[in-house]
């Protein structure tokens, strides 16, 4: 059984009702318009510290026109392939605030996929450090906050590398 209605005396939208079994209607309407955003994002400065591996980037943002600073050079001279830049870019895409800051980094140390991923964590962190209420919910959600503990096993005594062997002679 489906039903239409037609609401909100501003704008036309048809919304579709669905009536189950039990007999409770819901909407087939899973997010909020776009007309209409549920709170505006607050914009201000903010710094924080991401890690990833061996590398460290230190992270301010400020409100402004979406520039990338990274150790003096724009983002895609530091990071030229694609996948580092989305992967740096995440947290903005997370919440939609795409051109809304200005990111200032300076990363030492690891390569360059860890200092990719150390450059999101500390722009996640910033970006939790300006609107905890608002950003949290969803960076947390994407994973974004989340340290990877991950780093490089060390060597063995007895051992070529952390877990390889010498090869084994068995005369």
Not at 138 to 152: E, F, H, M, S, Y
């Amino acid at each position: 059984m489906t039903v239409a209605e037609t609401t909100d005396t501003n704008t036309e939208v048809e919304e579709t009702y669905e009536v189950n079994e039990q007999g409770v209607a819901y909407s087939s309407e899973s997010a909020p318009s776009a007309d209409a955003p549920a709170r505006p994002a607050t914009i201000a400065p903010g710094a924080a510290t991401g890690r990833r591996k061996e590398a460290v980037a230190r992270v301010r943002i400020v409100p402004g026109t979406g520039q990338w600073t990274v150790n003096g050079r724009t983002l895609d001279s530091y990071f030229p392939n694609k996948l580092h830049q989305q992967v740096v870019n995440e947290p903005f895409a997370a919440l939609q605030l795409e051109g809304r800051f200005d990111v200032i980094a300076r990363i030492h140390g690891g390569g360059i996929t860890g200092q990719a991923g150390a450059l999101r964590l500390g722009v996640s962190r910033a970006l939790n450090a300006i609107d905890v209420e608002a950003n949290r919910p969803t960076l947390k959600k994407a994973g974004l906050l989340t340290r990877d503990a991950r780093v490089i096993e060390r060597k063995k005594a007895g051992l070529k590398k952390a877990r390889k062997a010498p090869q084994f002679s068995k005369r």
